[in-house]
């Protein structure tokens, strides 16, 4: 579960990617059809959290919450097992 916190009262939206271009899901638009696994835990008030389901090695990315073009948290998803790919990030 990656967790997303905010008092914004707007649009919250979930993203993938290090530029944040694969779009998963947001308050207005649910989850994405695209992504199957995913679900949203907004049941608090301010609480905005991805679920990944049945997680595998392709789910490991950066994952962005933001609330209107505002970024409320930033997260790298790192998986750990036998066969992994090391990704590097420059700054």
Not at 11 to 33: E, I, M, Y
Not at 86 to 91: D, G, I, Q, R, W
């Amino acid at each position: 579960m990656l967790q997303c916190r905010t008092t914004s009262n707007g649009s919250v939206q979930w993203h993938r990617g290090v530029a944040g271009d694969k779009f998963l899901a947001s308050t207005s638009k649910g989850v994405s059809l695209l992504y199957p696994r995913l679900s949203l835990n907004d049941s608090t008030e301010g609480q905005f959290d991805l679920l990944i389901n049945s997680t595998q090695q392709r789910d490991a990315d950066m994952y962005s919450c933001l609330a209107g073009y505002n970024r409320v948290v930033q997260t790298e998803l790192t998986l750990l097992g036998k066969c992994f790919v090391l990704k590097c990030y420059e700054s």
